[in-house]
Every structure is written in structure tokens, then in C-alpha cells.
């Protein structure tokens, strides 16, 4: 292998933290519109538990934006690495607790367990192993931090990619938060089994 092959090599390595923020984030964006597909053509009603599992998700998503982001003007530090990828372990840490305790509640043989299941598991369920699953991404990555963190990000492709998953994420969650009000209404809070879109209701009363 030439020197410059090899250069080339360790360069494309060297970002590999880069790109995995950008699935972190595409990823989690993707996974909270499924769950989103699921609420409005299903007719599935998130709970409470859901909607949690839902904002971690989120959380764990800008944390992979944070380092998009610094990406994105050319140069990442270290300590933005540490930065986003804290966040993001932290956020599926509390989002797989959450997860495995909806799973708990419906753990009893002969419980329907709640919403309908796809691919034959609950949608907590799935939460659960994918929480699980990028952690242990994120820590088999970091093991190898001083080959995949490089500190110079190329403007190309990187900068365009990252706008596009940056934007995609700021879209869904716009989406998840019009979601969560139109469920809850004008309360505080959700009910644990919610039959309806409580805003529409709470403005015919109003109206």
C-alpha cells in the first residue's frame, strides 16, 4: 500500500465519528417518525411512557447533532466529542430505563401488553434494544477514538450532509411536539391510556 493510499485510509477512519453522529441523528429522527406512522395511520395512541421514550430518542439525536454541527465549520475538538457523545449515551441510558419499564409493566403472561405489535414486538420493546444497541455502538467506537475522532472535518460532502440531518431531526421534532399537544390539549398531563386528540375537544368546548 502506497503512503498516500494509506494517508487516505486513516483520513476516511478518522471520521468515522463524524458519520456515526450523522446516523445517530438521521437514525433516531427515522425511528420517532416510525413511531409517528404508527400514531396517525395505525391510530395508536402514544402514552405517557411513549412519549418519554420519544423525547429521548430526541435527546439522543442532539447529541450526534452537537458534533454534526462543530463538523460542520471545519474543526471538532475533542471535548466536542465528549460533549455530544455524553449526551447521547446519557439520553439512551435514561431512554432504555424507560423503555424496560413499560416492558415491566407488561412483563405478566396473558397481558395484551399496549399499542399493537410490529414484527412481533411491542414498540417499547424495540425502544429497548435499539437504547441498548447504541450504546454499545458508541462505547466499541470510542474504543478506538484516537483513529476515528479526526479534528478536520473537509467542507465536502460533510457540510451538506450534515444540514440535511440536522434539519431532517429539527423537522421531526417540530412534528413530535404539534403531536404531543395535539394529544394532551390544554393539560398538564397525558393519561395513561389516551383515547383521543384532547385539543380538539378542548377548542369545541372553547369554541
Known sequence: MSHRTASATRARLGRLQY???????????????????????AWDYPCPLCMVQRMFMLLA?????YIVRKGMTGTIAPRDYATGWGLAVIACVAGGFTAWR????????GDP????????????????????????TVGVVLCFSEETAAQ????R???ATGMLAIGFLALVIAVNLV?????????????????RY????DLHILG
Open 152 to 155: 478536520e472535518i473537509p467542507d
Open 157 to 159: 460532502p460533510h457540510r
Open 19 to 41: 458519520w456515526l453522529a450523522v446516523v445517530f441523528v438521521v437514525g433516531w429522527s427515522g425511528v420517532v417518525c416510525g413511531g409517528l406512522g404508527d400514531q396517525f395511520l
Open 113 to 136: 401488553g399496549y399499542g399493537g405489535p410490529v414484527l412481533g414486538l411491542h414498540l417499547y420493546v424495540w425502544a429497548w434494544i435499539l437504547f441498548v444497541a447504541a450504546i454499545a
Open 179 to 195: 403531536s404531543v399537544f395535539g394529544e394532551e390539549g390544554f393539560h398538564w398531563f397525558l393519561p395513561d391510556d389516551p383515547q
Open 61 to 65: 439525536a442532539l447529541g450526534g447533532a
Open 198 to 201: 384532547q385539543l380538539f375537544y
Open 102 to 109: 413499560q416492558t415491566m409493566l407488561h412483563i405478566l403472561p
